[in-house]
């Protein structure tokens, strides 16, 4: 377990380039189980949770060459077990998207309970009744334990809850049970219409991505397939709030502005001066001032995983600012440390934090508790007086690649240990 050690003070200046869509990588890198073909996948981000599912798709039997590296070459010609290690799916919620390849693969899955952040209060309820109304049947056993042993079937389907993974989960089940399959309620984000446009790729009929309601046709032979990573736009908003907070300016290469258009509306109206140009995001040197309200909502609402980053911005912002995440309960729990670096906030509710700016925060230990809080206490403890301690710094790896020597190259005073 590591350690990042934080001196405040610069001001973080530069350039950056983000890699390929986390949240797109994991559910493409489970696609590749339903072909028996080669897949290559480009502009891979070379973070802890690709590498996590690298290891469960060799687990599982599959051939992996490329690891490490921006371009992975898949081929999974045998599915070789149905019961992913325990130990690596205790390490990676995204491990849930195994189940529906498995189940079209095997006809059977066996998955123990999946970990990352808050695995306790983050249910796979709606990804497991998708699955169920697609013949899939609960077995006994520890952990989810499913069986199909006809087969997947198409069918209608109403997802109670707009859930990104839920709906990935049913979209991947989907291509391989023969027929027609509608998915309402679905969820829109920028990562389910990537993996929509692979599996068009790989030969699924589909139509609908982007919207609400997604078609596909699915049960037909999958061939190869090679598709580049659209590029993080969280990741890119994580490095403009990092300028932003620390009173500095960067150039942020690799992001879609039409992903990042969600992000830039929040930082303009906290007159952050940002702007996209020739397809890089600029964030200049600013005075940031209280939004007044910021609320979280589904594509293309703000997303919840920069909630953390922008309640940091609004510590150093002149006046009050409501935050309201009402899709998660823990990520502003994660954010009471920021209390003891002489921040002036009031947390409402699991739901619901007030802050009051701007106020010169102190150096302090940092638990690093979620992937996304994680990142925005590194930012806080980047605009601080003295020095922070951040442990373990792996949990923010887990979604920002190269993190030390990206921070050092923007001039931060950071240290692993």
């Given at each position: 377990m590591s350690t990042l050690l934080i001196e405040g003070g610069p001001r973080l200046s530069g350039r950056s380039a983000v890699e390929g869509n986390k949240t797109s990588a994991l559910p493409l890198l489970a696609a590749c189980l339903l072909t028996e073909q080669e897949c290559t996948l480009s502009n891979v981000p070379r973070i802890g949770d690709v590498e996590v599912m690298v290891q469960l798709l060799r687990d599982l039997g599959a051939e992996v060459n490329g690891q490490g590296t921006r371009t992975l070459r898949i081929r999974c010609a045998r599915v070789t077990n149905d019961e992913p290690d325990r130990t690596l799916v205790g390490r990676l919620r995204g491990s849930v998207l195994l189940l529906g390849p498995l189940l079209a693969r095997r006809g059977r899955a066996r998955l123990a309970p999946p970990g990352g952040d808050f695995p306790a209060r983050r249910t796979i309820a709606t990804h497991l009744e998708a699955l169920v109304a697609m013949g899939a049947q609960v077995a006994e056993g520890h952990g989810h334990s499913l069986?199909?042993?006809?087969?997947?079937?198409?069918?209608?389907?109403?997802?109670?809850?707009?859930?990104?993974?839920?709906?990935?989960?049913?979209?991947?089940?989907?291509?391989?049970?023969?027929?027609?399959?509608?998915?309402?309620?679905?969820?829109?984000?920028?990562?389910?219409?990537?993996?929509?446009?692979?599996?068009?790729?790989?030969?699924?009929?589909?139509?609908?991505?982007?919207?609400?309601?997604?078609?596909?046709?699915?049960?037909?032979?999958?061939?190869?397939?090679?598709?580049?990573?659209?590029?993080?736009?969280?990741?890119?908003?994580?490095?403009?709030?990092?300028?932003?907070?620390?009173?500095?300016?960067?150039?942020?290469?690799?992001?879609?502005?039409?992903?990042?258009?969600?992000?830039?509306?929040?930082?303009?109206?906290?007159?952050?001066?940002?702007?996209?140009?020739?397809?890089?995001?600029?964030?200049?040197?600013?005075?940031?001032?209280?939004?007044?309200?910021?609320?979280?909502?589904?594509?293309?609402?703000?997303?919840?995983?920069?909630?953390?980053?922008?309640?940091?911005?609004?510590?150093?912002?002149?006046?009050?600012?409501?935050?309201?995440?009402?899709?998660?309960?823990?990520?502003?729990?994660?954010?009471?440390?920021?209390?003891?670096?002489?921040?002036?906030?009031?947390?409402?509710?699991?739901?619901?934090?007030?802050?009051?700016?701007?106020?010169?925060?102190?150096?302090?230990?940092?638990?690093?508790?979620?992937?996304?809080?994680?990142?925005?206490?590194?930012?806080?403890?980047?605009?601080?007086?003295?020095?922070?301690?951040?442990?373990?710094?792996?949990?923010?790896e887990r979604g920002y690649p190269r993190l030390v020597e990206r921070l050092k190259a923007l001039g931060a005073r950071v240290e692993r240990q």
């Open positions: 069986d199909a042993p006809d087969g997947l079937k198409p069918t209608s389907l109403y997802l109670l809850e707009a859930s990104v993974t839920g709906t990935e989960t049913a979209i991947l089940a989907a291509a391989a049970a023969p027929g027609l399959t509608e998915i309402r309620h679905a969820a829109c984000e920028p990562h389910v219409v990537e993996l929509c446009q692979f599996l068009r790729k790989m030969g699924v009929g589909l139509e609908g991505e982007g919207t609400s309601t997604i078609r596909i046709e699915g049960g037909r032979t999958l061939g190869s397939a090679s598709h580049t990573l659209n590029g993080d736009y969280i990741e890119a908003g994580s490095w403009a709030v990092v300028a932003a907070v620390t009173g500095g300016e960067v150039e942020i290469h690799g992001a879609r502005g039409e992903d990042i258009e969600v992000i830039a509306a929040v930082l303009k109206q906290m007159q952050v001066v940002c702007r996209m140009d020739d397809g890089r995001f600029l964030v200049e040197r600013s005075k940031p001032v209280a939004a007044g309200r910021i609320t979280t909502g589904l594509w293309p609402g703000f997303p919840s995983d920069l909630v953390s980053l922008v309640t940091v911005l609004a510590t150093q912002a002149e006046g009050r600012t409501l935050v309201h995440d009402w899709m998660y309960e823990l990520r502003l729990f994660a954010l009471e440390q920021l209390s003891g670096m002489r921040a002036d906030l009031f947390l409402c509710d699991p739901h619901r934090i007030i802050v009051n700016g701007p106020r010169r925060l102190r150096g302090r230990p940092l638990d690093s508790r979620d992937l996304r809080s994680g990142m925005a206490l590194i930012a806080a403890a980047l605009a601080a007086d003295g020095e922070s301690r951040l442990a373990p710094l792996e949990t923010v």
